[in-house]
């Protein structure tokens, strides 16, 4: 069982700064071959933000490119999305992912809300 607890969301001003977690417990994040941050906002498509693989190769939405970072601290099991520059555009409940390819599972957490104003 692996278990996604996102944290870290809240209320920012546009151009302000937000970072993001995702604590996982069931497995250690090394075993688990992507991990990824993706975000859905009212009436439009859950879109993927950001994504780290087990190799240590990212890759981001091109909305967010130059903006958000991801990484992950191996000893907390801990995802993190560091999110700079924000806009009113990037509201939406921000949600974290974990895919474990040999059991073709993916595993979801609960979404944490990210709102901007600008």
């Known amino acids: 069982q692996v278990q996604l607890v996102e944290s870290g969301g809240g209320l920012v001003q546009a151009g302000g700064s937000l970072r993001l977690s995702c604590a996982a417990s069931?497995?250690?994040?090394?075993?688990?071959?992507?991990m990824s941050w993706y975000r859905q906002a009212p009436g439009k498509e859950r879109e993927s933000v950001a994504t780290?693989?087990?190799?240590?190769?990212?890759n981001y939405g091109e909305s967010v490119q130059g903006r958000f970072t991801i990484s992950r601290d191996n000893a907390k099991n801990t995802v993190y999305l560091q999110m700079n520059s924000l806009k009113p555009e990037d509201t939406a409940v921000y949600y974290c992912?974990?895919?474990?390819?040999?059991?073709?599972?993916?595993?979801w957490g609960q979404g944490t809300q990210v709102t901007v104003s600008s």
């Open positions: 992912a974990a895919r474990l390819v040999i059991l073709h599972r993916d595993y």
């Open positions: 069931g497995r250690s994040i090394s075993s688990l071959n992507v």
């Open positions: 780290i693989t087990s190799g240590g190769n990212t």
